[in-house]
């Protein structure tokens, strides 16, 4: 049974930095690709970045490239999400998962999701 828990979120003002945490319990762990998505209130998930099984590889959205870097302890079984420079669109619940293939960016690609942190930045 895997399971993904996030910490890391909170309250932030505009051009701060956060960096959210995901732990991972199972077998296995460097069998899956991992991903970070979010969601804002009123509007669906989004991907946000994902990272490949050996961490060698990374993607993100648009909206974050630049800003935000993944990436992965194998050997500690987490995956982390460092946010710099953010803004008040931000804002939104994070949520760390879990699939088989790599670098992909659809909810519907992975199997696992933690219960999401939230991250708030004030303008």
């Known amino acids: 049974q895997v399971h993904l828990v996030e910490s890391g979120g909170g309250l932030v003002q505009a051009g701060g930095s956060l960096k959210l945490s995901c732990t991972y319990s199972g077998l296995t762990f460097k069998s899956y690709a991992m991903a970070w998505f979010r969601q804002a209130p009123g509007k669906e998930r989004e991907f946000a970045a994902a990272i490949s099984r050996d961490g060698a590889s990374t993607d993100y959205a648009e909206s974050v490239k630049g800003r935000f870097t993944i990436s992965r302890d194998n050997d500690k079984n987490t995956v982390s999400l460092q946010m710099n420079s953010l803004k008040p669109e931000d804002t939104a619940v994070y949520f760390c998962?879990?699939?088989?293939?790599?670098?992909?960016?659809?909810?519907?690609?992975?199997?696992?999701w933690g219960q999401g942190t939230q991250v708030t930045v004030s303008s």
């Open positions: 998962a879990a699939g088989m293939k790599n670098l992909r960016i659809g909810v519907r690609d992975y199997v696992y």
